[in-house]
């Protein structure tokens, strides 16, 4: 059991790097953020103020997500983290991220099903003001790497 909630917050971590890194591709920019394109204007309910932009900014991070694959991360304004697998998983996971350009460093600190803190994960991430994606770069923790890398969540 323990396995699995490590596993579905490993998950979750990932699809948050995988994201990050999407949004930035590889680019070699030293920003902390970069702007892309709303290539979804024509169907997203923000068009007429197009707040629905891609970036890969910490500033965008604060709030509560949830993939569709039960995980809901709450992010903190101070990007510490609240993680907390699916129904009956068992998973609750604390722990902290911070941002290097277009890249999140993912660190547990505590809770059940927690990696450990020396297993910090890298992923890319892409951010809007409705959705979050991740994209896996590197970690030890294979449960988190395997809840984080590709998954999307979308803000509550």
């Known amino acids: 059991m323990n396995v699995l909630l490590r596993s579905l917050l490993a998950v979750l971590v990932f699809a948050i790097g995988v994201a990050i890194f999407a949004a930035c591709g590889s680019s070699s920019s030293s920003s902390s953020s970069s702007a892309a394109t709303d ?7 923000d068009a ?15 709030g509560t997500w949830v993939a569709s694959i039960g ?7 101070d990007l510490t983290y609240h993680a907390v697998g699916p129904a009956g998983s068992g998973y609750d996971v604390q722990g902290k991220m ?21 297993e910090v994960g890298k992923y890319t991430f ?8 991740t994209t896996l770069v590197s970690d030890a923790c294979a449960g988190r790497a395997y809840g984080l890398n590709g998954t999307t969540f979308n803000r509550q």
């Open 39 to 45: 290539d979804d204007a024509a169907t997203d309910d």
């Open 48 to 62: 007429a103020t197009d707040d629905d932009s891609t970036e890969c900014s910490a500033a965008l991070l604060p």
């Open 71 to 77: 995980l809901m991360v709450t992010i903190a304004n």
């Open 98 to 118: 911070a941002v290097d350009g277009c890249t999140l460093n993912v660190t547990d600190l505590s809770g059940q099903l927690a990696c450990a803190q020396t």
């Open 126 to 133: 892409a951010v809007t003001q409705t959705t979050l994606k």
